[in-house]
């Protein structure tokens, strides 16, 4: 039994180290290869030709050819599928603003905006109309195929009005508001 919990111990902390190794902040970091290994996001202090301070992109390993790029001013969170299947990117574009999309890396690097998707799959009276501050931020990995994400921000002119709240994106291409545990 003692050899049994060791075994799990050790598996449980691999586990956690291989959720770690699967997000990163840039910038802070120089890269983050997919969990599959075939793709890596790999930061770029000056985009090339633009005024923007930062770029990622993503590479395909085999050819080592740039399939998707992101040129943003403040800083961009990524978080790997526990398959390497997609790649959610939440970008900081401004103090009222996040915005988030998937990448699909094996679908010639798709790009699915996530605020485009919700309001598709929901309607525009998902969300409050024109926030003040909104934040489209990805959480987690439910499984290889959905995302948890996280929608909040505040409304309101003379009084500030809070919202927050959690959704699921299927690599389907669907958007539902999450169930809560």
């Given at each position: 039994m003692q050899h049994f919990r060791i075994w799990?111990?050790?598996?449980?902390?691999?586990?956690?180290?291989?959720?770690?190794?699967?997000?990163?902040?840039?910038?802070g970091v120089t890269e983050l290869g997919s969990p599959d290994g075939s793709f890596v996001i790999r930061y770029l202090d000056q985009a090339p030709g633009t005024q923007e301070s930062h770029e990622v992109r993503l590479i395909d390993r085999r050819t080592g050819r740039s399939c998707w790029a992101l040129t943003f001013e403040r800083s961009v969170d990524v978080?790997?599928?526990p398959t390497g299947r997609a790649l959610a990117v939440t970008d900081w574009a401004g103090s009222n603003l996040a915005d988030l999309v998937v990448i699909l890396p094996a679908d010639a690097c798709r790009r699915v905006s996530l605020p485009e998707e919700l309001a598709s799959s929901l309607g525009e009276a998902a969300l409050p109309k024109e926030p003040n501050h909104i934040y489209f931020e990805a959480k987690r990995w439910r499984s290889a195929d959905v995302l948890e994400f996280r929608v909040w921000g505040d409304v309101g002119v003379n009084s500030?009005?809070?919202?927050?709240?959690?959704?699921?994106?299927?690599?389907d291409g669907k958007v539902r508001r999450a169930k809560t545990p």
């Amino acid at each position: 039994m003692q050899h049994f919990r060791i075994w799990m111990l050790g598996a449980l902390l691999i586990s956690a180290a291989a959720l770690e190794a699967s997000s990163a902040t840039f910038p802070g970091v120089t890269e983050l290869g997919s969990p599959d290994g075939s793709f890596v996001i790999r930061y770029l202090d000056q985009a090339p030709g633009t005024q923007e301070s930062h770029e990622v992109r993503l590479i395909d390993r085999r050819t080592g050819r740039s399939c998707w790029a992101l040129t943003f001013e403040r800083s961009v969170d990524v978080l790997w599928s526990p398959t390497g299947r997609a790649l959610a990117v939440t970008d900081w574009a401004g103090s009222n603003l996040a915005d988030l999309v998937v990448i699909l890396p094996a679908d010639a690097c798709r790009r699915v905006s996530l605020p485009e998707e919700l309001a598709s799959s929901l309607g525009e009276a998902a969300l409050p109309k024109e926030p003040n501050h909104i934040y489209f931020e990805a959480k987690r990995w439910r499984s290889a195929d959905v995302l948890e994400f996280r929608v909040w921000g505040d409304v309101g002119v003379n009084s500030r009005q809070e919202f927050d709240q959690t959704f699921e994106y299927t690599l389907d291409g669907k958007v539902r508001r999450a169930k809560t545990p």
